[in-house]
């Protein structure tokens, strides 16, 4: 169970309006094969923007989670609202996700609004990478963008790829982390930050691929860096090489910390779940959730903490691109849309009516409790 939960990835997709998180996504749905039809952003029949309201506006508004499989791992993409005025759901989606991509534009660099929804995810110590998208645009300058990171956001970035031609050239990006002569650079940097690293380095005057990715793992996971790739979502340049990294430096449930006192990413402990998105879909109302700890089972009762009420959960839904598919129970780490729950509230609790506790609203890197 260890072994599954280790191959859970729970991400959002961070990003300024315009700078390619609705192409992202989409290329991602693409190459993992939950979508055969690629969606085209003006014409609203982009997978993750369902609502009306949200094809209207052309902007992505509510939050819901879309499933996808790569190299053996569950990915989860949480879908971030990116506009400002949605603050307030960036945050409450930033609770649900463990480690994020911020995307950001390969022409402007950093953007203001990425300045703020770059702050929010520190806030709650949420593991990042970067993606410089638009490198096929002209005027697209990958190490300018690369020291906008830097300099507007205060963080060391670690460039891990090169790209392969510039503007209408741009063919694509070359792998740092495969050691070669022109990896000095990262080598050397990685070395530098990382004391285990740094042995190697000393004693051998480089680094294996295999200490290298380590250590940008764990220095991604300790927010010391950040990890940064780049492409072209349009042209569908870097979106593989992106998922390979959000398997290989973004954390799993398990590295996270417990929700609350004896409720561990473990699912045989107590339940422990957070609403984060209720949804009104033809299926009936989609309470979309998160289980932190436990097992929440098909046909089960569930104690609301804020509504005082207990409910049934008629049935679980796994998302995926283009279909729900139904399954009997979600445990710790998992993120589901149940059926059934008609009193729970974005930001509701779910647990054992017999063990029952609160989740706090977020407002600390650490998830707060209070016991009930
Ligand atoms: P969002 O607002 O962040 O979701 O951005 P979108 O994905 O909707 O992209 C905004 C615009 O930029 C759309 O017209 C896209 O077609 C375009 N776009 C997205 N990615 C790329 C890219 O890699 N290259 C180019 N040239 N255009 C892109």
Not at 202 to 214: D, I, P
Request: proline share 5%.
């Amino acid at each position: 169970m260890r072994n599954e939960l280790e191959r859970v990835r729970n991400i959002g997709i961070l990003a300024h309006v315009d700078a390619g998180k609705t192409t992202t996504t989409e290329r991602i749905l693409f190459a993992t094969g939950a979508t055969y039809k690629q969606g085209e952003v003006h014409d609203g029949t982009t997978v993750t923007d369902f609502d009306a309201q949200e094809r209207d506006r052309g902007i992505t508004i509510f939050a819901a989670a879309v499933s996808v499989d790569w190299a053996g791992h569950r990915i989860n993409l949480i879908d971030t609202p990116g506009h400002v005025d949605f603050a307030d759901e960036v945050e409450r989606s930033l609770r649900v996700l463990d480690g994020a991509v911020a995307v950001f534009d390969g022409v402007a660099g950093v953007e203001p609004q990425s300045e703020s929804v770059w702050r929010q995810a520190d806030r709650y110590g949420v593991p990042r990478i970067a993606f410089v998208n638009k490198l096929d645009r002209a005027g697209a300058d990958f190490d300018a963008a690369v020291a906008s990171i830097r300099d507007r956001l205060h963080v060391t970035p670690l460039v891990v790829q090169e790209p392969i031609g510039a503007e209408a050239a741009f063919a694509g990006m070359t792998d740092l982390t495969e050691v070669s002569a022109r990896s000095a650079a990262l080598v050397e940097q990685v070395a530098e930050l990382h004391s285990g690293a740094l042995e190697e380095y000393v004693e051998t005057g480089t680094l294996s691929r295999e200490t290298l990715r380590r250590a940008l793992r764990e220095l991604t996971l300790a927010g010391t860096a950040v990890v940064v790739l780049g492409g072209s979502a349009y042209k569908d340049k870097g979106i593989e090489e992106l998922l390979d990294a959000v398997v290989a430096y973004l954390p799993s449930p398990l590295d996270m910390p417990p929700v609350a006192d004896g409720r561990p990413a473990d699912p045989d402990a107590p339940l422990a779940a957070l609403v984060f998105k209720v949804h009104s879909a033809a299926t009936g109302r989609l309470t979309y959730l998160r289980v932190y700890s436990g097992t929440l089972r098909k046909g089960t009762a569930v104690y609301e903490p804020n509504a005082d009420e207990t409910e049934r959960v008629s049935r679980i839904l796994h998302v995926q691109a283009d279909r729900h598919t139904d399954v009997d129970r979600a445990v710790a780490g998992d993120i589901v849309a149940v059926v059934g729950l008609k009193h729970a509230r974005t930001g509701e609790t779910l647990c054992d009516p017999g063990h029952r506790l609160v989740l706090e609203p977020p407002s600390t890197a650490t998830p707060v409790v209070s016991v009930a």
